[in-house]
């Protein structure tokens, strides 16, 4: 009876499914393991940071010249894409007026991204960072392109 022996294209099969069981399981071992290898977080990390330097340093700048009315007229008027948000160089130094009890000095050094006080996002073209200061009060910058468009503190 021919139905009792497998086939040659049967056996074929054998090697297949077991390079695909084989495959499946590599597979779901490293997605279950959920860490990057140490080396490729290592440049992740390296590459995130130079990233978010230069904007790191417009932080802390924006922070420091917005502490009195003289530096927040000069920070207003170097970044004309606030411009849309806050309309007059008067309504900017209310609202920096109104932030002032609030702000603390920034480390110089750029914080950890895994600390979660330092926050940073790129959407296109526009990029983010926000910073949480050891009084809870958060600092927020948007730049589109090399543009500052948004500032806030709360």
């Known amino acids: 009876m021919s139905g009792d022996r497998p ?26 393991s959920g860490r990057i290898p140490a080396r490729a977080e290592a ?36 970044n004309p894409g606030l411009k849309p948000r806050m309309p007059s160089e008067a309504a900017f130094l209310a609202k920096t007026r109104s932030w002032r009890p609030l702000l603390q000095p920034l480390p110089e050094a750029v914080p950890d991204l895994e600390a979660h006080d330092l926050t940073f996002a790129r959407k296109g073209d526009a990029l983010e960072l926000g910073y949480r200061m050891g009084n809870g009060t958060r600092i927020f910058m948007r730049w589109a392109g090399d543009r500052l468009v948004e500032i806030r503190v709360y």
């Open 43 to 78: 440049r992740i990390g390296r590459v995130a940071e130079a990233l978010v330097l230069d904007r790191w340093q417009a932080l802390r700048l924006a922070v420091e010249l917005i502490r009195t009315d003289e530096g927040a007229r000069a920070f207003y008027s170097a």
């Open 7 to 32: 086939g040659p294209a049967r056996l074929a099969w054998i090697p297949v499914l077991a390079a695909l069981v084989l495959a499946a399981g590599a597979w779901l071992r490293w997605r279950g």
